[in-house]
């Protein structure tokens, strides 16, 4: 079983839908979680960190469940030009190496 | 905020020859950096970790001997790609930890090698 594992999609959904991504962890000892956006042809850019209680930013609401090990991210209203793919990253406690999950391919067409 | 600028942003070499890449932290010093690689469609693969005045950290598979890594100061780390070969073409990039474990991300922007 892979350390962070995504479901690799693509998601295709029309504007305005609202989506989510979930991404399971098999570390217990995860610490530290953040969702990262990447468009194509460059490099991964933080989209938001994951608290233990949740957090919201706009259109986008991150979750964490530990007791199940995943994290989640919600799109509402979604934006042609929110099509990319999102990473899940994840750090062990103690740890300054992050583990990648493999993304999500978002495509939001009209 | 921090930055990493990785240069060049693109190169296109002939099979055989070196490239190297320079990732650079404008703001801030990194003892630690890490390089990567990324094939189309595939997710980020971790290659090594770079430490300052020492050896570099390679993940199970990467030839140190073909990819060279230097990080000489605090700022800057280099990626030689030795004897390139069309396989090598890729998307390679680096990045710096944040201050503290578990702490965000800063990643260069990134350098598509093709080798022909």
């Known amino acids: 079983r892979k350390e962070v594992e995504q479901d690799p999609g693509p998601f295709n959904v029309p504007e305005g839908a609202t989506v989510a991504f979930n991404c399971t962890y098999s570390?217990?000892?995860?610490?530290?979680f953040f969702w990262y956006r990447q468009d194509c042809r460059k490099e991964p850019k933080l989209l938001m960190s994951?608290?233990?209680s949740g957090n919201e930013d706009g259109r986008f609401t991150a979750q964490l469940n530990r007791a199940s090990q995943y994290i989640s991210l919600l799109i509402r209203d979604s934006k042609l030009s929110d099509s990319a793919t999102y990473l899940c990253?994840?750090?062990?406690?103690?740890?300054?190496?992050?583990?990648f999950g493999r993304g999500t391919s978002l495509i939001v067409h009209p | 905020g921090a930055v990493v600028s990785q240069h060049p942003s693109w190169v296109i070499c002939k099979s055989g020859t070196s490239v190297k890449i320079e990732c650079r932290s404008l703001?801030?010093?990194?003892?630690?950096m890490f390089w990567y690689r990324q094939f189309p469609k595939q997710s980020l693969m971790l290659m090594a970790t770079?430490?300052?005045?020492?050896?570099?950290?390679?993940e199970q598979g990467v030839e140190k001997d073909k990819f060279l890594i230097n990080h000489a100061s605090l700022t800057l780390s280099t990626l030689t790609v030795t004897s390139a070969h069309p396989e090598d073409s890729s998307f390679y990039i680096c990045?710096?930890?944040?201050?503290?474990?578990?702490?965000?991300?800063?990643f260069g922007e990134g350098s598509w090698l093709t080798v022909v």
């Open positions: 990045s710096a930890p944040g201050q503290g474990y578990g702490n965000t991300i800063y």
């Open positions: 570390n217990s000892a995860s610490q530290s």
């Open positions: 994951v608290y233990s």
């Open positions: 990253v994840v750090f062990a406690g103690g740890s300054y190496i992050p583990t």
């Open positions: 703001d801030f010093q990194a003892t630690t």
């Open positions: 770079s430490n300052e005045g020492s050896k570099a950290t390679y």
